[in-house]
């Protein structure tokens, strides 16, 4: 009933951009917290970025200034805006939910801790 299908990774070269999406199925109503998320080979998943549904973000530290957390509260859509990239940024991107209420179209339910299936970015010349 709840689904996060990420898109937009690829293959980009040092210091290009790209922008990637997290599309959250029509059953979900709401979402209180999107966020981004990594994992590079043979390392820990780690936070990219949050936002709520307040607009209020947060950030990997190192990530500030090259990466930008969006969203469409309407959409139940979540973006993530990367500039600057570089090949220490090639992970499998990861898209969560926290705090969803969701409907099966006859009853609603609350849930939590929501992943996608993640999508490959590549940072290489």
């Known amino acids: 009933q709840v689904q996060l299908v990420e898109s937009g990774g690829g293959l980009v070269q040092p210091g290009g951009s790209l922008r990637l999406s997290c599309a959250a199925s029509?059953?979900?109503?709401?979402?209180?917290?999107m966020g981004w998320y990594r994992q590079a080979p043979g390392k820990q998943r780690e936070l990219v970025a949050t936002?709520?549904?307040?607009?209020?973000?947060n950030y990997q530290d190192s990530l500030k200034g090259r990466f930008t957390i969006s969203r469409d509260n309407a959409k139940n859509t979540a973006y993530l805006q990367m500039n600057s990239l570089k090949p220490e940024d090639t992970a499998v991107y990861y898209c969560?939910?926290?705090?969803?209420?969701?409907?099966?179209?006859?009853?609603?339910?609350?849930?939590?801790?929501?992943w996608g299936q993640g999508t490959q970015v590549t940072v290489s010349s």
């Open positions: 029509r059953s979900i109503l709401s979402i209180s917290t």
């Open positions: 969560n939910a926290l705090g969803v209420i969701y409907s099966t179209g006859t009853s609603y339910y609350t849930g939590n801790d929501y």
């Open positions: 936002i709520t549904s307040g607009g209020k973000t």
